[in-house]
């Protein structure tokens, strides 16, 4: 059901899925063409702002705050499960796996590479302040427009 607080969280984390993404292209190796990567990670990020951030504010006046935090970490993992999912299907294509259980652990191993590409102070800082100033505004949108 549409509401105030789940356009926010859309609004919100869609632009902190564009400009993460934004910050990422250039760590990404010498000659990868990062295609529609800014938009695909926006509309994960509204996807995820549209369903976690309704619950998550109205269960707790407290919780804003956290469940912003939580969006955001949320957005990072499953944006990084979901690029691993495309490589290790990349390279299955290739046939560079034994079996199907090596492939899917694979997939482990290529979002901790992704992760440590990903690991800088001024992604991270970005993430955890986008987090909470979006919870914190869903609060104020959850309390103006219930």
Known sequence: MPSAIRLAGLV??????????????????EGTNPGAFSIYNAIL???????????????????????????AVALIFWGLFFYALVEMIKQSMRMRYDGPVEAVVNIFQIMMEYGVMIATPA??????????????????????WP
């Open 12 to 29: 919100v984390f869609a632009a902190m899925g564009w400009v993460i993404s934004e910050m990422i292209i250039p760590l990404m190796p």
């Open 45 to 71: 990020g509204a996807v995820l702002g549209w369903v976690m951030m309704k619950p998550a504010v109205t269960r707790s006046p407290s919780g804003p705050l956290g469940a912003g935090i939580t969006t």
């Open 123 to 144: 992604i991270i800082i970005t993430a955890l302040v986008f987090g909470a100033v979006g919870g914190i505004f869903c609060g104020a949108v959850a309390k103006r």
